[in-house]
């Protein structure tokens, strides 16, 4: 069984940094594409950033130039570094892993998903 744990999350002022890490275990970690994914209240989930196996990366324009997405095959973890945060980053943020060969921003091509964890940015 594929388990995604998210940590990181909280709250931080406009301008602020926070760094989000997902744990998997069960999954051939390397051999995944991995992304993040942010759902707001009242809004559809929409892709962040994604990598895949040979860490080709693909970001939404919205984050482009703020977030750096990364991962560690020797400790099975994803990372989202998210630099200049505006209020409206503020989103529960979600961790997928898929067999894709592509880093799609597309959620319906990832298979597991862990819980969230919440980032609010508010002033």
């Known amino acids: 069984e594929v388990q995604l744990v998210e940590s990181g999350g909280g709250s931080v002022q406009p301008g602020g940094s926070l760094r989000l890490s997902c744990v998997a275990s069960?999954?051939?970690?390397?051999?995944?594409?991995w992304g993040w994914f942010r759902q707001a209240p009242g809004k559809e989930r929409e892709g962040v950033a994604c990598?895949?196996?040979?860490?080709?990366?693909a970001y939404s324009d919205s984050v482009k130039g703020r977030f750096t997405i990364s991962r560690d095959n020797a400790k099975n973890t994803l990372y989202l570094q998210m630099n200049s945060l505006k209020p409206a980053d503020t989103a529960m943020y979600y961790c997928?892993?898929?067999?894709?060969?592509?880093?799609?921003?597309?959620?319906?091509?990832?298979?597991?998903w862990g819980q969230g964890t919440q980032v609010t940015v508010s002033s």
């Open positions: 997928a892993a898929g067999a894709a060969n592509w880093p799609y921003l597309d959620p319906n091509k990832y298979d597991y």
């Open positions: 069960g999954a051939l970690f390397s051999g995944f594409c």
């Open positions: 990598i895949d196996r040979y860490t080709t990366t």
